[in-house]
């Protein structure tokens, strides 16, 4: 069609055209994807928009980058896959970053509308089958609906708790021709703060003698950081967090005890059964951290506050519960505790808690004069420096890292809590880096887990991404290991493992690697992958049965806490 | 039908059950996700029924939790895209089509508080679900068929 009057032509948009300019619309930077027959036009319309994209080498790798760039940025994350294998592949990624709460978005491509339900090539119902772990998803059948069904799968994934949304796109839909976009964008609604359950929080922290918070990844989601130091300042109240809660609250701050659960800090565990008020700010009690539910925390009056209303009772039942954005709730309480002006006078308890951690503090120190993983991860904190962020994989390295890297910058720790999802770290780091050229970004991974993913080394090699990567190689699947060890008489079944000669592999990828045993000189291999530029890859060959503690067996108490000197005996 | 094999058929209704009616727009897809979240969530269903036409789905679910957790699971369902609307019951109600035979069922069911209408010779008889079922036993002859149990609009949550 040409415009006469001023002598261009009008060509008419495609369906990919506007899927571009919504991402565009949406400030998208990144996209993390792999083309394929169905998402082909997609791919064709890419290059003229000034969308950047990077091709991973697996669609799993995709979905946890743009995961791990959206943990990291607050930002929606984007990825892309063909239909098929390609969407079968990213279910995994969408599964681990519905179970944080992240908010990601991704794009399928599908057969074409004629092709749908005929067992085509390359068809499977990828909204079927990631109904259970999507927030919401979307099958777009009419070109006019693509624009304003991308605007809206941003505002879905991102409002509320956060989550992943899929749009599945036929192949003609991409290719055909739109005649009209309307948009209208969604009014976030926010539940309600009510302020008698906000004054009434206040006023329990208040008269209690023994109070905690208890801090989740709601606190990071919101940006509730400072909101949180300030109030536990105020208060003078003792800080926990859950493991996806870690660096929500600075590690080096008098207030911080650690965080709790199956393998947090014991005396984290204990504070948490003496506490007599316990602020949940951002958190949903998974069962790794409350174990046995009847005897958690029996003495203490919960004051649960959660964006999502249908997690209020539904583990733990609080004396309070309050429906609302962590940073606006907070806020709230900081208001009417500002209004006594009174301060708590908990220095007894706060007494307690610290010659209840001195045990566990020798320990660790200790430690972190022999060969292995705590001595790792100060070593990695020495030389990476206050900025650095650490991805970790799943696995017994995830829980020392947890334990013993001490997390000062806020949202500095990025890794897969809910769904525990091995194969995350290197992919996820990725994100982080495309987020942050500039700052640190150290992977900690198993021997396991990170040969999960470990063909992203070519994706890392090609975009010269700065990412340095401790491989805590102990031969084994540690954890299964470890549980093996303790609860089936050390038969380790399928769970000793072997991998490649990590400098080799390096080499072959046109990286740097270097392997580190007892003996060798720790800080200097760390110094050595630091101040090399590009990804560095360090085989740190530890203890094969080293193990975590402590330890609470599924299901049981804090009192049936195993720890070190118990298993020792 | 006998009364014993009546009696086996008769549905039973949870003492705690609570009724949930929910609007549903989007087609098969939001049915799909909606049931896939009763069924991922655990959400104990005690009676469903589905009715509706080609612009929405109207859902009754019956969730045999106590009061509170029934809130918290209808919460739940009513935060999903695809919930147009969503209504705690203020009162359940049993629901049957009957043919019955002869016109005794008029004063039987006016004494019983059971409210019916006519509709091209079936008959929509609802009321509390034990008093539906109890009138049911004792007219005892006809067609009979149950739909369930039913919320009554009340609160929107």
């Known amino acids: ?346 220095g007894a308890w706060r007494e307690e808690l610290a010659e209840s951690q001195k045990p566990e503090k020798r320990r660790e120190e200790a430690a972190r ?35 013993f890297f001490e997390f000062t910058k806020k949202n500095s720790l990025i890794t897969s809590g809910g769904l525990g999802t091995m194969g995350f770290a290197l992919p996820a780091a990725m994100g982080v880096a495309f987020a942050y050229p500039e700052e640190p970004v150290w992977v900690v991974a198993g021997d396991g887990g990170f040969q999960m993913n470990v063909q992203e080394l070519a994706t890392i090699r090609d975009f010269g991404l700065n990412i340095k990567v401790a491989v805590l190689n102990n031969g084994y699947l540690g954890m299964v290991r470890q549980w093996q060890q303790f609860f089936h008489n050390r038969r380790y079944s399928q769970t000793p493992i072997t991998g490649p000669n990590y400098e080799e592999l390096t080499a072959a990828y046109g990286l740097s690697g270097k392997t580190v045993r007892e003996g060798d000189d720790v800080e200097d291999a760390v110094r050595w992958a630091q101040e090399t530029p590009g990804c560095v890859i360090l085989d740190f060959h530890i203890d094969p049965e080293a193990n975590v503690y402590p330890m609470i067996p599924s299901g049981m108490s804090v009192n049936e806490m195993i720890e070190e000197n118990d298993a020792r005996g | 039908m006998t009364p014993e094999a009546r009696a086996k058929t008769k549905p039973t209704l949870p003492e705690t059950a609570s009724a949930v009616e929910v609007r549903i727009t989007g087609g098969i897809y939001a049915l799909n996700r909606f049931l896939m979240t009763l069924q991922s969530k655990r959400i104990p269903v005690a009676g469903l029924t589905v009715g509706g036409n080609t612009k929405a789905m109207l859902v009754n679910v019956l969730i045999d939790s106590p009061p509170e957790t029934a809130r918290r699971y209808a919460t739940l369902l009513g935060a999903l895209e695809d919930v147009e609307e969503l209504r705690t019951a203020d009162e359940t109600l049993g629901v049957a089509l009957l043919k019955p035979e002869g016109d005794g069922w008029r004063k039987s069911a006016a004494k019983m508080g059971i409210e019916t209408h006519e509709d091209g010779g079936t008959v929509v008889a609802s009321g509390s679900p034990e008093v539906l079922e109890s009138w049911l036993s004792e007219i005892g002859n006809g067609e009979i068929t149950r739909l369930g149990t039913v919320a009554r609009p009340g609160e929107e949550v």
């Open chain 1, 1 to 346: 069609m040409e415009n006469t009057a001023f002598n261009i032509e009008y060509k008419p948009r495609t369906g990919s055209e506007a899927m571009c300019e919504a991402l565009l619309d949406e400030g998208v930077e990144y996209l993390f994807g792999y083309p394929g027959g169905a998402i082909m036009p997609f791919y064709d319309a890419l290059p003229d928009y000034p969308l950047k994209h990077v091709l991973v080498r697996h669609e799993q790798a995709a979905a946890h980058a743009a995961d791990g760039y959206a943990r990291a940025t607050g930002q929606v994350g984007v990825v892309v896959a063909t239909s098929g294998p390609g969407a079968t592949n990213i279910v995994t990624g969408l599964a681990t970053a519905q179970m944080d709460s992240v908010p990601l978005v991704a794009i399928t491509g599908q057969v074409g509308r004629g092709a749908l339900g005929k067992d085509s090539f390359q068809e499977t119902d990828v909204m079927g089958m990631t109904l259970p772990f999507t927030k919401h998803s979307f099958l777009v059948e009419d070109p006019d609906e693509l624009y304003p069904t991308m605007r809206r799968a941003f505002d879905i994934a991102r409002s509320g708790r956060p989550g992943p949304v899929l749009i599945d796109v036929p192949k003609d839909v991409q290719f055909a021709a739109c005649e009209h976009d309307v948009y209208r964008r969604l009014q976030e609604t926010t539940p309600p703060v009510t302020g008698p359950a906000l004054e009434a929080a206040a006023l329990l922290l208040r008269k209690a003698k023994r109070p905690l918070i208890l801090a989740g990844h709601g606190v990071t989601l919101s940006g509730a950081e400072r909101e949180l130091q300030l109030l536990a300042e105020r208060m003078d109240i003792p800080v926990v967090t859950t493991l996806l809660g870690i660096s929500a609250f600075p590690e080096d701050h008098p207030l911080y005890l650690g965080w709790p659960g199956m393998h947090g800090q014991a005396s984290v565990n204990r504070a948490i059964d003496k506490s007599d008020a316990l602020l949940a700010v951002g958190m949903r009690f998974d069962d790794r951290i409350t174990g046995a539910i009847d005897r958690f925390a029996r003495d203490a009056k919960v004051i649960h506050i959660d964006i999502d209303p249908s997690e209020l009772g539904k583990v733990v039942k609080p004396a309070i519960g309050i429906a609302a954005d962590a940073k606006a709730a907070l806020r709230g309480i900081l208001g009417y505790v500002e209004d006594s002006g009174e301060r708590g006078d908990y």
């Open chain 1, 369 to 403: 004069e022999k060969y292995g993983p705590i001595r790792i991860m100060g070593a990695i904190k020495d030389a990476a420096g206050e900025n650095v962020r650490l991805v970790t994989d799943v696995g017994q390295h995830q829980m020392w890292a947890a334990q």
